[in-house]
T-cell receptor, first 110, second 111 residues
């Protein structure tokens, strides 16, 4: 099993550009999450999903969108990139709420 | 508002010493308390976890102590090794299966 796979690993965006961070898991977990990690701030929940077709906002959802069309995939969309979205983004999946994390995507908005 | 408060922010320990990281919470609806270990450039990985009806859990050199009445829990790393140098996050899980994380502790174990 590959676990949770995130692509890309690194990305530089210009202000106002859009992009999709990809996340896929092969563990058949129902729960999936997107977190962002900023220095000294821990991990903040952006969006989560309890199953295909169901998504909900976390602590810091503004500026992001998600979809969950399959159990395996949970992409995160940034529509109009802003410098405040410079961060490391982690996708995670879980069978019960204890998360298994991907390797992260380091995003810089300039 | 930080749901889980973690201290210290950084910690330096001699090899063989005990590392202690503390966390506190307010929400009594939390029902599971995991600790995660993160190495640079990697995602957090589950280290050890405890339920609130248990006061202590030990796995090898890692021990969680849990004080339900004080709403505090801590991670003890016995016989700390340079390979333990990493960032440690405490977390708390709601019944809706969402995890709230502390701000992290960067542990450095010096030889």
């Amino acid at each position: 099993n590959a676990g949770v796979t995130q692509t890309p690993k690194f990305r530089i965006l210009k202000i106002g550009q859009s992009m999709t961070l990809q996340c896929t898991q092969d563990m058949n977990h129902n729960y999936m999450y997107w977190y962002r990690q900023d220095p000294g701030m821990g991990l903040k929940l952006i969006y989560y999903s309890v199953g295909a077709g169901i998504t909900d906002k976390g602590e810091v959802p503004n500026g992001y969108n998600v979809s969950r069309s399959t159990t395996e995939d949970f992409p995160l969309r940034l529509e109009l990139a802003a410098p405040s979205q410079t961060s490391v983004y982690f996708c995670a999946s879980s069978p019960t709420g204890i998360a298994f994390f991907g390797q992260g995507t380091r995003l810089t908005v300039v | 508002q930080q749901q889980v408060k973690q201290s210290p922010q950084s910690l330096i320990v001699q090899k063989g010493g005990i590392s202690i990281i503390n966390c506190a919470y307010e929400n009594t609806a939390f029902d599971y308390f995991p600790w995660y270990q993160q190495f640079p450039g990697k995602g957090p990985a589950l280290l050890i976890a405890i339920r609130p009806d248990v006061s202590e859990k030990k796995e090898g050199r890692f021990t969680i102590s849990f004080n339900k009445s004080a709403k505090q829990f801590s991670l003890h790393i016995m016989d700390s090794q340079p390979g333990d140098s990493a960032t440690y996050f405490c977390a708390a899980k709601t019944g809706a299966n969402n995890l709230f994380f502390g701000t992290g502790t960067r542990l450095t174990v010096i030889p």
